[in-house]
């Protein structure tokens, strides 16, 4: 590979990472449109922040690979970058802070109108992020990742687009004080479904890993479980997305515009079917970023659902 092609293709991944950080933005802006608090600027702001905080989870989980396994054939193409320096650690490391420092211009003006709240939702993003495989206690290797991004990617990263949108629009005094604004319960729910298919694009990553994963030592749900145990999360996943929107319509008052993402079903089955039946990287790996696609489609139709007054 080329370094353009290098950089590109397997560390910044976009097929994968930007979808999978514009998904619950898409929806807290649906949101925000229903309950009359849009924003674009703050959204826009919100997207970018959380895209280059996820790059850098990227870059740091490629980091700590290459330095605790310099030997681990997991990605031949890096150590191959490495052997011939097309690639260095100290780079790769560099990438993964410009991608923070990024973040933080991105995130500045949304921590300057929404103050402590604002500032401790960004850390809780970077910290996600980074110990993903780095940091003193990194939770992926514990076999904690799957419910980390169900939570960051179904609840948090949702309720914080809601919130710098309805702050920004909010009475202050001045900035760095907290405005009145309560999150409705809502935000918290209505992005369960999208957690839910970005932690199914981690189950595909998992099993097509699991080999690397045991000889790493990580406990992932693949390794400690095997193919039935992540089929059967994979598959938990996706049923629980598709049924989501119903209780999002019966139980929380919405319009029956938010059944929108049920169109997305053909595409999830394909992606079921294909988890069922391999489990071998060549087969699985164009997967990662159709799922990853897959749930951007569903996020953006249940924006426009959610945007819909009941």
Same mark, same amino acid.
């Given at each position: 590979?080329?370094?353009?092609?290098?950089?590109?293709? &397997?560390?910044?991944? !976009?097929?994968?990472?930007?979808?999978?950080?514009?998904?619950?933005? *898409?929806?807290?802006?649906?949101?925000?449109?229903?309950?009359?608090?849009?924003?674009?600027? !703050?959204?826009?702001?919100?997207?970018?922040?959380? =895209?280059?905080?996820?790059?850098?989870?990227?870059? %740091? +989980?490629?980091? $700590?690979?290459?330095?605790?396994?310099?030997?681990? !054939?997991?990605?031949? $193409?890096?150590?191959?970058? #490495?052997?011939?320096?097309?690639?260095?650690?100290?780079?790769?490391?560099?990438?993964?802070?410009?991608?923070?420092?990024?973040?933080?211009?991105?995130?500045?003006?949304?921590?300057?109108?929404?103050?402590?709240?604002?500032?401790?939702?960004?850390?809780?993003?970077?910290?996600?992020?980074?110990?993903?495989?780095?940091?003193? =206690?990194?939770?992926? @290797?514990?076999?904690?990742?799957?419910?980390?991004?169900?939570?960051?990617?179904? #609840?948090?990263?949702?309720?914080?687009? =809601?919130? #710098?949108?309805?702050?920004?629009?909010?009475?202050?005094?001045?900035?760095? *004080? %907290?405005?009145?604004?309560?999150?409705?319960?809502?935000?918290? &729910?209505?992005?369960?479904?999208?957690?839910?298919?970005?932690?199914?694009?981690?189950?595909?990553? +998992?099993?097509?890993?699991?080999?690397? +994963?045991?000889?790493?030592?990580?406990?992932?749900?693949?390794?400690?479980?095997?193919?039935?145990?992540?089929?059967? $999360?994979?598959?938990?996943?996706?049923?629980?997305?598709?049924?989501?929107?119903?209780?999002?319509?019966?139980?929380?008052?919405?319009?029956?515009?938010? *059944? &929108? !993402?049920?169109?997305?079903?053909?595409?999830?089955?394909?992606?079921?079917?294909?988890?069922?039946?391999?489990?071998?990287?060549?087969?699985?790996?164009? =997967?990662?970023?159709?799922?990853?696609?897959?749930?951007?489609?569903?996020?953006?139709?249940?924006?426009?659902?959610?945007?819909? @007054?009941?």
């Amino acid at each position: 590979m080329t370094r353009r092609e290098l950089w590109t293709r &397997l560390l910044l991944y !976009p097929t994968h990472t930007l979808p999978t950080a514009l998904a619950p933005v *898409l929806v807290g802006v649906g949101l925000a449109i229903r309950d009359g608090v849009f924003a674009p600027l !703050p959204a826009l702001l919100a997207f970018v922040a959380s =895209w280059f905080v996820h790059v850098a989870g990227v870059f %740091t +989980d490629n980091h $700590e690979l290459l330095r605790r396994h310099p030997t681990l !054939p997991e990605h031949p $193409e890096l150590l191959d970058a #490495v052997a011939g320096r097309t690639l260095a650690l100290a780079t790769l490391d560099a990438a993964a802070w410009l991608c923070l420092v990024v973040a933080a211009a991105a995130g500045a003006w949304l921590a300057w109108i929404g103050g402590s709240i604002a500032v401790a939702i960004g850390l809780v993003g970077v910290a996600s992020a980074i110990a993903y495989a780095g940091g003193p =206690w990194p939770y992926a @290797p514990r076999g904690l990742a799957d419910p980390v991004f169900f939570l960051m990617f179904g #609840v948090v990263a949702v309720a914080a687009t =809601w919130y #710098v949108q309805a702050v920004s629009l909010a009475p202050s005094p001045g900035p760095w *004080l %907290t405005r009145a604004v309560d999150v409705p319960l809502a935000a918290y &729910l209505v992005g369960l479904p999208v957690g839910a298919l970005v932690t199914a694009v981690l189950v595909i990553d +998992d099993i097509r890993d699991r080999h690397w +994963d045991a000889r790493k030592g990580w406990r992932t749900t693949a390794v400690r479980f095997g193919l039935r145990g992540s089929r059967t $999360e994979f598959v938990a996943l996706v049923a629980f997305a598709y049924a989501a929107p119903f209780a999002i319509w019966l139980g929380l008052g919405f319009s029956a515009w938010v *059944l &929108l !993402p049920l169109a997305t079903l053909p595409l999830a089955a394909r992606a079921v079917r294909a988890v069922l039946r391999h489990d071998d990287t060549p087969s699985l790996f164009p =997967w990662t970023p159709r799922t990853a696609m897959l749930g951007l489609l569903y996020s953006a139709l249940s924006g426009v659902g959610l945007a819909i @007054p009941s």
